[in-house]
């Protein structure tokens, strides 16, 4: 155990309730959903929200309040830090796919891949992307301009990210 930190009774009883406290905050605004939640040495607590409509400061201010207000600092020392994913970040639940149907993605599968391509539909196991795509004609010299699609199943998706272009 040495050079391990173990934690606290209060420790444990802090994540309960910062949990407990987090979840009412989800349920009462429902366009809004964990991410990750992370409790760091220290009692640091760093909890990442995305929302179906994108996140603003105020649904961060909105989750922190909910849970800081709620806390009592006498029992407990501890620091909140409430961020949204940001827009470069990788893609992980199924929720945020369906949020992002319409834009660009960069899709790197489990056997090395890369797509990239327009979203064009989403649901809880797989997603599809077009895009076009220039190709020699069948016959004659010459390219052509044709449109590709791929199903994906999320389980082969090593990392997804919403490609921003300028």
């Known amino acids: 155990m040495r050079g391990r930190k173990v934690p606290s009774f209060y420790s444990i009883m802090l994540k309960n ?31 990442v929200v995305d929302g179906d409509n994108g996140v603003l400061v105020d649904d961060c201010i909105f989750i922190s309040r909910a849970i800081e207000h709620n806390l009592d600092r006498d029992e407990e020392d501890f620091s ?63 390219k052509v301009t044709v449109t590709k699609e791929a199903t994906i199943a999320l389980e082969d998706i090593k990392e997804a990210k919403v490609k921003i272009k300028f």
């Open 17 to 47: 309730k910062v949990e407990e406290l987090l979840e009412n905050a989800l349920n009462e605004r429902q366009d809004l959903f964990l991410i990750d939640m992370t409790f760091g040495t220290d009692n640091a607590i760093k909890i």
């Open 80 to 142: 909140l830090e409430v961020l949204s994913a940001g827009a470069t970040s990788p893609i992980q639940l199924p929720r945020q796919y369906k949020k992002n149907i319409g834009r660009n993605l960069e899709v790197k599968t489990n056997d090395e891949q890369k797509l990239e391509g327009t979203l064009v539909t989403a649901d809880d196991s797989v997603i599809q992307l077009t895009w076009k795509a220039r190709e020699p004609k069948p016959v004659g010299k010459g």
